[in-house]
């Protein structure tokens, strides 16, 4: 398809355990972002990737999480050592541009027992 | 950071009915988005509206750039329409900021 693919859809694994979580953007889509949702609530920046600058990591949590593109392509969110708070959707989003407006994956909803 | 604050937080409306939901947001931005998240969790593109009026179908929205605030307005509701509608900006080429968003749940 034509949009952004995030997989897997579902992921439960057990606290301590370390995940990773990724996102194919659009193609030719030159930003991409992640961001958290956790249950009734709205959405979190957690980073942003654009062309081959310097993500902006300003959102992410804590230390245990990072992320890294390949170019314009892939992205892969980790979570290391996932602790019970770290349960939430996570969503990728990507745009032609910075400046213009984000298209959203179905998500990754993730469950740490 | 900016500050986006969406009302009312729950509509509950019968099938048929109009509706208007209301984003403010506490800075200039260069990029406003509304967004339905249906019940399976999927965040739907509505409008991408940092000025001006669009309409698509029984949806319609307007940004008040100048006075901070957007509308948008579902006429003729039906039940498909019910999930969590977002509003979110940003700032130049930047991370969007999410309101906490209006559940509307349409009844038959």
């Known amino acids: 398809g034509a949009g952004v693919s995030q997989s897997p859809s579902n992921k439960v694994t057990e606290k301590g355990k370390d995940v990773e979580l990724r996102c194919d953007p659009i193609?030719?889509?030159?930003?991409l972002y992640w961001y958290r949702q956790r249950l009734g609530q709205g959405l979190e920046f957690l980073i942003y990737?654009?062309?081959?600058?310097?993500?902006?990591k300003s959102g992410l949590p804590s230390d245990r999480f990072s992320a890294e593109r390949t170019g314009e392509s892939v992205s892969t969110l980790t979570i290391q050592r996932t602790q019970q708070e770290d349960s939430a959707v996570y969503l990728c989003?990507?745009?032609?541009?910075?400046?213009?407006?984000?298209?959203f994956g179905d998500g990754t909803r993730l469950s740490i027992l | 950071g900016i500050q986006v604050e969406q009302s009312p937080p729950d509509l509950i409306l019968q099938e048929g009915a109009n509706s208007t939901l209301r984003c403010n947001f506490s800075?200039?931005?260069?990029?406003l988005q509304w967004f339905h998240q249906n019940p399976w969790g999927q965040l739907i593109n509505l409008f991408y509206?940092?000025?001006g009026t669009k309409q698509n179908g029984r949806l319609s929205a307007t940004t008040v750039a100048t006075e901070r605030y957007s509308l948008l307005y579902i006429s003729s509701s039906q039940t498909t329409d019910s999930g969590v509608y977002f509003c979110?900006?940003?700032?130049?080429?930047?991370?969007?900021?999410f309101g906490q968003g209006t559940r509307l749940t349409i009844n038959p």
């Open positions: 989003a990507s745009s032609l541009q910075g400046t213009q407006p984000q298209h």
């Open positions: 193609s030719g889509h030159t930003a």
């Open positions: 990737f654009q062309g081959n600058s310097a993500p902006d």
């Open positions: 800075d200039s931005v260069n990029n």
């Open positions: 509206i940092p000025s």
């Open positions: 979110a900006v940003s700032q130049g080429a930047q991370k969007l900021v």
